[in-house]
């Protein structure tokens, strides 16, 4: 019998030993990643969710906001109720955001920045906060009186503002103190865009800070990564501090986390200052927001919503305008037809011929045909294709009185040029 030779043994053993150890790594890697792969498919649902219902939650919230609006018309602030119909208008408008930012997190509609002052943002927060976490919890606000503006898509700073909070909430589960502070800052060793330099920058920091368990140092260099949570599966899909990073990042700022076991944590985050121009552009457009102007065009509306019609068109009334209606595309395309018509709005989310085909053909009836596509969700390559074949403007339900009026008046006072969905830098927009 041949004799075994121990060297070559060991060497066999350690060979199979590390096809074992790599196995079990690829093993263990593939898990993740399927882990990582159905927490994706998880999200993809839900966008696809958000954006199948999104058209008719719209539709629903722009006839209560309607309906308010017309009644806040026919009131005054003397009226009983006048303040009951301001609640309804602004819990309208809150439906409206969270289903914009359920579509804006599943890429379905382009984020767009206006400038905005975060105290004011901070403070609505808290708000919220105060009917959602442990009345245990203390909420602390340390707001600098004079703070910059920053420019910055309102929706995703609160998205930003919730989960820090909520992260907070879930490390203080014995009660603690959660606190928002802002100030100006200058940042030096900003990095030049196109250079190797670097220079001084004007920031406005918000930090929010707990004092709940804390994060060890490994816990913190993973804490920014996709589906990474030390919560159990029920609890988080570890895609809410890699949102906030990718929102800061995404508005020119950036984020730092400083944490102690048992001691609390510190999310510091740098957003850019706005230049005095933008401050002052903000300031003329809250003075611009006041005045609702109307005229005396005629008016096509075009809508499967017989609520949505009747309101659109008190509102339209009420300011001066001529209003004919319609009610699918076909009879849109007849009501043009038969008439002199300087503006058609046009709900893009009918049964039938649709909004698309409808938009067609009033163009090859009157190539000079001014048309405002109107929305409550249509997927952000349509309205591409609405906007290249000819339509002047978007207005996106459920819409405003004054973002009503001053759409229209945008588009009819308009010279015609085409700008992309991604351009789109507020809700409601005209082509100028």
Not at 196 to 210: I, Q
Not at 257 to 276: H, K, L, N, Q
Request: glycine share 8%; proline share 3%.
């Amino acid at each position: 019998m041949e004799s075994i030779d121990p060297a070559k043994l060991h060497a066999k053993i350690s060979r199979l030993e590390e096809e074992v150890r790599s196995l079990k790594s690829r093993l263990v890697e593939k898990n993740k990643l399927e882990e990582q792969l159905y927490q994706a498919q998880k999200m993809e649902a839900l966008a696809n969710l958000a954006g199948g219902v999104a058209h008719d939650f719209n539709n629903i919230l722009q006839t209560v906001m309607g309906y308010t609006q017309i009644a806040l018309m026919k009131g005054n602030n003397n009226d009983p109720n006048y303040q009951d119909l301001e609640q309804i208008e602004i819990i309208a408008k809150k439906g409206s955001e969270l289903t914009k930012q359920l579509l804006t997190f599943g890429r379905r509609i382009p984020s767009g920045s206006t400038p905005l002052d975060l105290n004011s943002k901070v403070k609505e927060i808290k708000d919220l906060l105060h009917r959602t976490i442990p009345r245990m919890i203390d909420i602390d606000l340390c707001l600098a009186d004079d703070l910059r503006i920053v420019n910055i898509d309102e929706s995703q700073i609160e998205q930003v503002l919730m989960n820090l909070s909520l992260n907070a909430r879930d490390s203080m589960r014995n009660g603690g103190k959660l606190k928002f502070k802002t100030a100006n800052v200058t940042v030096e060793n900003v990095p030049v865009p196109g250079s190797l330099k670097s220079g001084k920058g004007e920031y406005v920091l918000l930090s929010v800070s707990d004092t709940g368990c804390g994060m060890s140092t490994n816990t913190m260099k993973n804490a920014f990564e996709p589906f990474f949570t030390t919560k159990g599966k029920e609890k988080g899909t570890g895609l809410g501090l890699s949102m906030v990073y990718s929102i800061v990042k995404n508005h020119g700022g950036f984020i730092e986390c400083s944490s102690r076991v048992g001691e609390g944590t510190t999310f510091d985050i740098y957003f850019p200052a706005c230049t005095m121009l933008e401050e002052n552009l903000k300031l003329s457009q809250t003075i611009n927001q006041e005045r609702l102007t109307g005229g005396d065009e005629s008016i096509l509306l075009v809508d499967d919503d017989t609520d949505i019609l009747k309101t659109a068109k008190d509102m339209l009334n009420a300011y001066g305008y001529k209003v004919t209606t319609a009610k699918s595309g076909e009879e849109a395309i007849y009501e043009y037809s038969s008439g002199t018509n300087n503006l058609v709005i046009l709900d893009v989310g009918m049964p039938g011929m649709g909004g698309i085909k409808c938009l067609q053909s009033l163009l090859s009836m009157d190539k000079n045909a001014k048309v405002l596509v109107s929305t409550g969700y249509f997927p952000k390559e349509h309205l591409e294709k609405a906007l290249k074949i000819g339509a002047k403007g978007l207005l996106a339900k459920p819409y405003s009185l004054l973002e009503l009026l001053k759409s229209v008046r945008a588009v009819l006072d308009s010279e015609q040029k085409h700008k992309s969905v991604d351009g789109m830098k507020e809700k409601n927009y005209a082509i100028k």
